[in-house]
Each structure stands twice: as structure tokens, then as C-alpha cells.
């Protein structure tokens, strides 16, 4: 049995399904950063601007004590998982530097072509969603000044697909974003600073908010299960070795620190700003909160103008694995600068990237995408796998009860990914049928 490289060669693999070959060249740069240059990544992913959304796409549907403990409790059980995938990173004396290159080498040539095509399905909603917030920050800017209706949310979001190609041509792997991570801290300080101060000045002076769930019993039910997803969506990012592979040795050690720091220190933004938006608003709370605050114009137009562009940077984030594949089965390596390499990106980052621009404009549905994303994806490469993962591959060196723990983990996420994809279809269908395609929302 085989299993291809990025090269395109076959891997030959043990009877047992496990790969037996060393671990793919990579056109990418790995084992150079710190714990905290990584920390910052990973808190990079979890307060972009998607963090504007939470009050309204959380909150609202689960109100506050499902909501507080729905989110606490997720990031506890994220840590977990995600320690599991960690802790595998040198499993079989070799480095797995994908999230597929893990998996195949646990369970053979199937398992590595599924987990590819769930992680390109997580890593391109993402993407998309990346782009669709990019654009509505920018209409809100538009909107601050000239509100005529002249220029649609699609137009908009052509725009912020084209900043994002052009940064994608710019930035050539994970580990050259050092100094675009201590910009989007910057950029994520102003909006998340921003939308705090002005949602708490509106809550200080509103009158006594609504925070009932709406909808009937019907839509509560499909709405509730949505916001479940999308708190999983929350926290996890689906391409933990893609991450941990660029991180200095030791290699668990420093990604356990970085993990930590992750769901501390870089938790504490979110909490800020999804609280205390829909303390201020209640059920009217948007799936943009900037859409709610009320202040001067140049502090609305600033936040969103940071939002746009932080925007971008996350979405490099995860768009590097395709970039990665893309760059090694091609064998572009060299200097970034190269007419050869530097057109390689031109061409094909960009019309990857205009592909998930299309779809943007098409299905602008923010929330609808984030709880698509949980529940196809980040529920099975995050929990269902990492789980049943770990399982296998410390099978012997497990008791009885921690080999119930992660079945019952494998058995009760693997439920939830379906009923979680039945309620964010659903909530498409509605959308879709309020809005057309291409919705100026």
C-alpha cells in the first residue's frame, strides 16, 4: 500500500497501515521559532476579528449561563485535544509536520487523504470567512461616511480577497510573519480595545436589555446546536503540527508552553469583548458587534479599518498549508524574490485566493460559515481524531478507564459533528432564502 509525498512519490507502507518512510522535504521553513513567536500565532488565530461576531452568533442563541460555561468549558476541553495532538508530534521516533503525515503515519494511506481533504475543507471556510470580515469592515468604514447604498458588501469583498492575494504574494511561509504578528497584535488591541470601551459606555446608558433566546422552539434548537459549533470553531485552528512544525526543539515541551499561553493570556480578548457585547446589547447583538457601538466616526472607522487588515494577516495563517503543499510539490524554493517563485504566487495564490472570494461574495453568511466550519471539520480534526488518535497510538500504555475517556470523546464529538452539520445546513437554507446570492447584507 502507498501513500503519496508532495513530490509526488509513493510512500511505501508497513502492513499495519502505518507509513514507514521519513517524513516529506518541505519547500517551507520549520524548527525556527520560539514558544512564544508560535504563542503569538495561535493567539493570533483565536482573536482576529472573527472575535467581533461571538456576542451575537454565541451569546444570543445560548444567553448567558450556557453561553459563559459553553465557552470555558470549551476551551478546556480544546486544550485538552490539542495537547493530544501535540504530545504525537514526535510519535514513531520521526517528526510529523503535517496534520496528514500523522495521520497516515498511524493509520495508513486512507486516513492521510481523508484527514487532507477535512483539513482543506476547514482551512478554506475559514479562509472565506476571513474574507467575508474583512469586507463588511470595509462597507462599515464606507457606511461611517456615505451611507447611499452605491457600493454593495460584494464589492467590498472583492477588495479585501484582492489585500489578501497581495499579501499571500508577499509573505512566503509561517515563519516570515514575525514582525506581521506584532502588527496584528497592534491592529487586534484597536478593535478589540475599541469595541470594548464603546459597547460598555452603551450598556452604562441603555435602558434594561432583552437577553431572551429568539426564535420558536424549532430554530432554537437548530440555533443552539450552531452556536455549539461555533464555539469549537472558536478555539481551534485544524493545522496544530502545521504550527508546531515551525517551532524550535524541544519541540512538545515549547508547543505545550505556547499552548498554554494560548488559552490564558490569549483568551482574556475574547472574553473582553464577547461578554461585554452582549451584556450591552442582548438578543439585538449583531454577528458584527462594530455594527452595534455607537461613538465618534474616526474611533468606528479606525476599529474597522484594523479589523480589515488584521484580517488578512490571520487568514495567511491558515491559508499556509495549502501554500506549503502547494510550494513543495512544485519545488519552489530559493529566494522568495525569484521571478520564477515570485510568479508562482502571483498565479497560484491568487486565483486560489480569488476562488475563495468568489464564494465569500456568494454566501455572505458569517455565522452560517463558522458553524458549517465546527461542525464538518474542526469537530473531527480537532476532537473525533485527535482522540482516536492518541488511543491508537499509546493503546499499551493506557488504562482501562482513560481508553473509556477518549471513546466516549470519539463517540459524543462524532454525534455532535453530525448534529451540528444538520443545524448549520439548515441555517444556510434559511439565509438563503431570506437573501439572494451575492447579498448586500
Same mark, same amino acid.
Given at each position: 500500500?502507498?501513500?503519496?509525498?508532495?513530490?509526488?512519490?509513493?510512500?511505501?507502507?508497513?502492513?499495519?497501515?502505518?507509513?514507514?518512510?521519513?517524513?516529506?522535504?518541505?519547500?517551507?521553513?520549520?524548527?525556527?521559532?520560539?514558544?512564544?513567536?508560535?504563542?503569538?500565532?495561535?493567539?493570533?488565530? +483565536?482573536?482576529?476579528?472573527?472575535?467581533?461576531?461571538?456576542?451575537?452568533?454565541?451569546?444570543?442563541? /445560548?444567553?448567558?449561563?450556557?453561553?459563559?460555561?459553553?465557552?470555558?468549558?470549551?476551551?478546556? +476541553?480544546?486544550?485538552?485535544?490539542?495537547?493530544?495532538?501535540?504530545?504525537?508530534?514526535?510519535?514513531?521516533?520521526?517528526?510529523?509536520?503535517?496534520?496528514?503525515?500523522?495521520?497516515?503515519?498511524?493509520?495508513? %494511506? !486512507?486516513?492521510?487523504?481523508?484527514?487532507?481533504? =477535512?483539513?482543506?475543507?476547514?482551512?478554506?471556510?475559514?479562509?472565506? %470567512?476571513? +474574507?467575508?470580515?474583512?469586507?463588511?469592515?470595509? !462597507?462599515?468604514?464606507?457606511? =461611517?461616511?456615505?451611507?447611499?447604498?452605491?457600493?454593495?458588501?460584494?464589492?467590498?469583498?472583492?477588495?479585501?480577497?484582492?489585500?489578501?492575494?497581495?499579501?499571500?504574494?508577499?509573505?512566503?511561509?509561517?515563519?516570515?510573519?514575525?514582525?506581521?504578528?506584532?502588527?496584528?497584535?497592534?491592529?487586534?488591541?484597536?478593535?478589540?480595545?475599541?469595541?470594548?470601551?464603546? #459597547?460598555?459606555?452603551?450598556?452604562?446608558?441603555?435602558?434594561?436589555?432583552?437577553?431572551? +433566546?429568539?426564535?420558536?422552539? *424549532?430554530?432554537?434548537?437548530?440555533?443552539?446546536?450552531?452556536? #455549539?459549533?461555533?464555539?469549537?470553531?472558536?478555539?481551534?485552528?485544524?493545522? =496544530?503540527?502545521?504550527?508546531?512544525? *515551525?517551532?524550535?526543539?524541544?519541540?512538545?515541551?515549547?508547543?505545550?508552553?505556547?499552548?498554554?499561553?494560548?488559552?490564558?493570556?490569549?483568551?482574556?480578548?475574547?472574553?473582553?469583548?464577547?461578554?461585554?457585547?452582549?451584556?450591552?446589547?442582548?438578543?439585538?447583538?449583531?454577528?458584527?458587534?462594530? !455594527?452595534?457601538?455607537?461613538?465618534?466616526?474616526?474611533?468606528?472607522?479606525?476599529?474597522?479599518?484594523?479589523?480589515?487588515?488584521?484580517?488578512?494577516?490571520? /487568514?495567511?495563517?491558515?491559508?499556509?498549508?495549502?501554500?506549503?503543499?502547494?510550494?513543495?510539490?512544485?519545488?519552489?524554493?530559493?529566494?522568495?524574490?525569484?521571478?520564477?517563485?515570485?510568479?508562482?504566487?502571483?498565479?497560484?495564490?491568487?486565483?486560489?485566493?480569488?476562488?475563495?472570494?468568489?464564494?465569500?461574495?456568494?454566501?455572505?453568511?458569517?455565522?452560517?460559515?463558522?458553524?458549517?466550519?465546527?461542525?464538518?471539520?474542526?469537530?473531527?480534526?480537532?476532537?473525533?481524531?485527535?482522540?482516536?488518535?492518541?488511543?491508537?497510538?499509546?493503546?499499551?500504555?493506557?488504562?482501562?478507564?482513560?481508553?473509556?475517556?477518549?471513546?466516549?470523546?470519539?463517540?459524543?464529538?462524532?454525534?455532535?459533528?453530525?448534529?451540528?452539520?444538520?443545524?448549520?445546513?439548515? =441555517?444556510?437554507?434559511?439565509? #438563503?432564502?431570506?437573501?439572494?446570492?451575492?447579498?448586500?447584507?
Amino acid at each position: 500500500m502507498t501513500v503519496p509525498d508532495f513530490e509526488g512519490n509513493p510512500q511505501k507502507l508497513r502492513d499495519d497501515g502505518a507509513a514507514d518512510v521519513e517524513v516529506p522535504d518541505t519547500a517551507h521553513q520549520i524548527s525556527r521559532d520560539s514558544w512564544f513567536q508560535v504563542g503569538f500565532v495561535l493567539t493570533t488565530g +483565536i482573536n482576529s476579528a472573527y472575535v467581533l461576531g461571538y456576542s451575537g452568533t454565541i451569546m444570543v442563541p /445560548l444567553g448567558w449561563i450556557y453561553g459563559v460555561v459553553g465557552l470555558i468549558a470549551a476551551a478546556a +476541553i480544546s486544550l485538552y485535544a490539542n495537547a493530544l495532538i501535540a504530545k504525537l508530534h514526535e510519535f514513531g521516533g520521526r517528526r510529523h509536520i503535517r496534520y496528514r503525515d500523522l495521520a497516515g503515519h498511524i493509520y495508513g %494511506g !486512507k486516513a492521510y487523504s481523508l484527514t487532507w481533504a =477535512l483539513q482543506y475543507i476547514n482551512l478554506f471556510m475559514i479562509n472565506t %470567512g476571513f +474574507i467575508i470580515l474583512a469586507g463588511s469592515a470595509l !462597507k462599515a468604514v464606507y457606511v =461611517l461616511f456615505r451611507d447611499d447604498h452605491q457600493m454593495k458588501l460584494p464589492y467590498f469583498i472583492a477588495i479585501a480577497g484582492f489585500m489578501c492575494a497581495v499579501f499571500a504574494v508577499c509573505i512566503p511561509h509561517l515563519s516570515a510573519m514575525r514582525i506581521w504578528l506584532g502588527f496584528s497584535t497592534v491592529f487586534n488591541l484597536i478593535f478589540v480595545v475599541t469595541a470594548f470601551a464603546l #459597547s460598555l459606555k452603551d450598556g452604562l446608558k441603555s435602558p434594561a436589555r432583552d437577553y431572551s +433566546i429568539p426564535g420558536s422552539t *424549532t430554530s432554537k434548537i437548530f440555533t443552539t446546536i450552531g452556536a #455549539s459549533a461555533t464555539i469549537v470553531f472558536t478555539y481551534n485552528t485544524g493545522m =496544530l503540527p502545521e504550527i508546531q512544525a *515551525t517551532i524550535r526543539q524541544p519541540v512538545v515541551k515549547n508547543m505545550m508552553k505556547a499552548l498554554y499561553f494560548q488559552f490564558t493570556v490569549g483568551g482574556l480578548p475574547l472574553y473582553l469583548v464577547t461578554f461585554t457585547g452582549y451584556w450591552a446589547y442582548g438578543s439585538s447583538t449583531s454577528s458584527y458587534l462594530l !455594527k452595534n457601538v455607537h461613538g465618534p466616526v474616526w474611533l468606528k472607522a479606525t476599529a474597522n479599518i484594523a479589523a480589515f487588515l488584521q484580517s488578512g494577516i490571520a /487568514l495567511h495563517i491558515f491559508a499556509s498549508p495549502m501554500y506549503e503543499f502547494l510550494d513543495t510539490k512544485y519545488g519552489i524554493t530559493g529566494s522568495p524574490l525569484a521571478l520564477k517563485n515570485l510568479s508562482f504566487r502571483v498565479l497560484v495564490r491568487g486565483g486560489y485566493l480569488a476562488f475563495n472570494t468568489f464564494v465569500a461574495a456568494l454566501l455572505p453568511f458569517l455565522g452560517d460559515f463558522m458553524s458549517l466550519t465546527g461542525a464538518i471539520s474542526t469537530f473531527p480534526l480537532t476532537f473525533i481524531l485527535a482522540n482516536h488518535m492518541y488511543l491508537v497510538a499509546k493503546k499499551n500504555k493506557l488504562t482501562s478507564l482513560q481508553k473509556l475517556w477518549h471513546w466516549l470523546n470519539v463517540c459524543f464529538f462524532g454525534i455532535m459533528s453530525v448534529a451540528a452539520a444538520i443545524a448549520a445546513l439548515q =441555517l444556510i437554507a434559511v439565509d #438563503s432564502k431570506t437573501y439572494s446570492f451575492f447579498a448586500d447584507l
